[in-house]
């Protein structure tokens, strides 16, 4: 086992600010990572979270992080349109990588990424890793066993609203309170797909396994939002419909929206010949999974981020536990050679999935999926 994982985190937007920064310096995990480094382009930002956080040095540039930050690993925390060129720059540099999602925008970059990570012996963990959590290994297990007869269909989705123009850590006058959220809904990487949907579909095809085919349609329903005053043009897509095809006739129905919702938050539903799993329920009753009376404990609907294995002590009382858990996952597997099941190749499964529905509502035709994991 080594030392300290000395951390760079990339981007001191609104994931860093609320939830990789506040839990990476509480005191119980010094011995294990250590914030050395944040890197942001805002003028004024990163030195502002350096100054919260304990974080030991700031840069506006990545080059000059990777190369004077003394970091071993990187937490790469910015827009996603930018996180294949960040990654490539940083295993370049021999750095170990945990992507927020998505890690990247397409096939070809998640494969260049991954294959150039195992030339040079390094390590990714990518965002998100929704079947670390016991509700899902449960629904995984229910379904194997047969508690809702033959699977017939599933839906899972999100839909964005007007999420990111509400975070509070939007409407404040200072570089880490006044963050714009307009990447969101702009070219590439901007839309609920590649944000929310996402999650979505970690867990689905986590629970299912992976996808064979897609067909899809999309577009652009909301083409201007307003943030502090100012209309923000939109045109990444924001309404997206797809059909997933699994093989032998099982189907899902996956889903990034503008507004609205079928689904409970980002779990999805599945539906059989004897019931349904709707959310935690199966046919209408909450269904048991490890930890489901200390989930119950936890304020606002939480908790079951309270049963991620390292989501303990003063890390319950801080946002995106989630995405904690995903760093951590990584500090692990480079310090105690602990793989994970957070892995890149099930990040660029789902990226095809999300590449392929574009291309799908482009083309009028069903795409073929050409990845698994």
């Not at 979270?49 to 004077?68: C, I, M, P, Q, S």
């Not at 509700?135 to 194997?144: A, G, P, S, V």
């Not at 509400?166 to 409407?171: A, I």
Request: proline letters at 5%.
């Amino acid at each position: 086992m080594r030392d300290q994982l000395r951390l760079g985190v990339v981007g001191a937007g609104s994931i860093a600010v609320r939830g990789i920064l506040p839990h990476l310096s509480q005191d119980d995990v010094q011995d294990r990572v250590r914030l050395a480094a944040v890197c942001d382009p805002v003028p004024g930002r990163a030195e502002a979270a350096a100054a919260k956080f304990g974080v030991e040095r700031a840069f506006t540039e990545l080059e000059d992080l990777l190369a004077h930050g003394e970091v071993d690993a990187v937490s790469i925390a910015s827009p996603i349109g930018l996180h294949y060129q960040q990654g490539l720059a940083a295993l370049r540099a021999g750095k170990h990588i945990h992507f927020n999602k998505t890690m990247s925008t397409t096939v070809a970059e998640a494969t260049e990424l991954i294959e150039l990570a195992r030339t040079k012996g390094l390590k990714i963990v990518a965002s998100p890793g929704e079947m670390l959590r016991p509700h899902n290994q449960q629904i995984k297990k229910l379904i194997r066993e047969g508690a809702i007869g033959t699977l017939c269909w599933a839906v899972a989705g999100a839909a964005f609203g007007t999420y990111h123009e509400r975070e509070r850590v939007r409407q404040g006058d200072d570089p880490l309170s006044n963050i714009d959220p307009s990447w969101y809904y702009r070219k590439p990487g901007g839309g609920p797909l590649y944000d929310m949907t996402v999650y979505a579909l970690h867990g689905l095809t986590g629970v299912l396994g992976p996808a064979k085919r897609v067909t899809a349609m999309s577009g652009v329903r909301i083409a201007e939002r307003e943030f502090r005053g100012r209309m923000v043009p939109c045109d990444a897509d924001d309404n997206t419909l797809i059909l997933l095809d699994f093989g032998n006739n099982l189907f899902a129905l996956a889903y990034g929206a503008a507004a609205g919702r079928i689904t409970e938050g980002f779990m999805g539903s599945y539906f059989g010949t004897a019931g349904a799993i709707v959310g935690l329920t199966l046919n209408g009753q909450p269904f048991d999974y490890p930890g489901r009376e200390l989930a119950m404990q936890a304020p606002n609907g939480k908790g079951n981020q309270w049963l991620l294995p390292h989501v303990v002590g003063p890390h319950r009382q801080i946002e995106e536990q989630h995405v904690y858990e995903d760093v951590m996952q990584l500090v692990d597997w480079v310090r105690e050679d602990k793989p994970t099941i957070v892995t890149a190749e099930h990040a660029r499964h789902v990226i095809d999935i999300i590449e392929s529905a574009y291309r799908s509502a482009e083309t009028g035709q069903a795409q073929e999926l050409t990845t698994t994991f």
